[in-house]
Nanobody, 121 residues
Framework: QVQLVESGGGLVQAGGSLRLSCAASGSIFSINAMGWYRQAPGKQRELVAFSISGGTTNYADSVKGRFTISRDNAKNMVYLQMNSLKPEDTAVYYC???????????????WGQGTQVTVSS
C-alpha cells in the first residue's frame, strides 16, 4: 500500500503564503502523477493542481498565478506553494497520487488525510 502524509497547513491572513508538503511512502513501484485537491465546508472536493511524471502541470483557474505545484521525485514528495491567499482558499487540502505498487499491479489513486488551511480576512 501507499501512504501519504501532508503537512504545512495552518492559519494565515489574506495576502499571505503557505507551503504544503506531502510525502508518499510504502510499497511504491512507480508514480504517474501527484496532486492536490481541496474541500471547503459544504462543498465538493475540487482539483487544485496536479503534476504528471514527465513535467506536465495543471491548475484550477481559481489558483492560476498564485499557486505552484512542484515535486521531488527522488523523495516521492509533492509541494504546493500558495501565495496571495484569499479567504475563499480556506479548505482542507488533500494530497493524492496515482501509483503502482508492483510491475504487475494497476495504477490506483491514493489519498492523504488532509491538512486544514484557513485564510482570515
Amino acid at each position: 500500500q501507499v501512504q501519504l502524509v501532508e503537512s504545512g497547513g495552518g492559519l494565515v491572513q489574506a495576502g499571505g503564503s503557505l507551503r504544503l508538503s506531502c510525502a508518499a511512502s510504502g510499497s511504491i513501484f512507480s508514480i504517474n502523477a501527484m496532486g492536490w485537491y481541496r474541500q471547503a465546508p459544504g462543498k465538493q472536493r475540487e482539483l487544485v493542481a496536479f503534476s504528471i511524471s514527465g513535467g506536465t502541470t495543471n491548475y484550477a483557474d481559481s489558483v492560476k498565478g498564485r499557486f505552484t505545484i512542484s515535486r521531488d521525485n527522488a523523495k516521492n514528495m509533492v509541494y504546493l506553494q500558495m501565495n496571495s491567499l484569499k479567504p475563499e482558499d480556506t479548505a482542507v487540502y488533500y494530497c493524492n497520487t496515482d501509483a503502482r505498487i508492483s510491475i504487475v499491479s494497476t495504477t490506483r489513486r491514493y489519498w492523504g488525510q488532509g491538512t486544514q488551511v484557513t485564510v482570515s480576512s
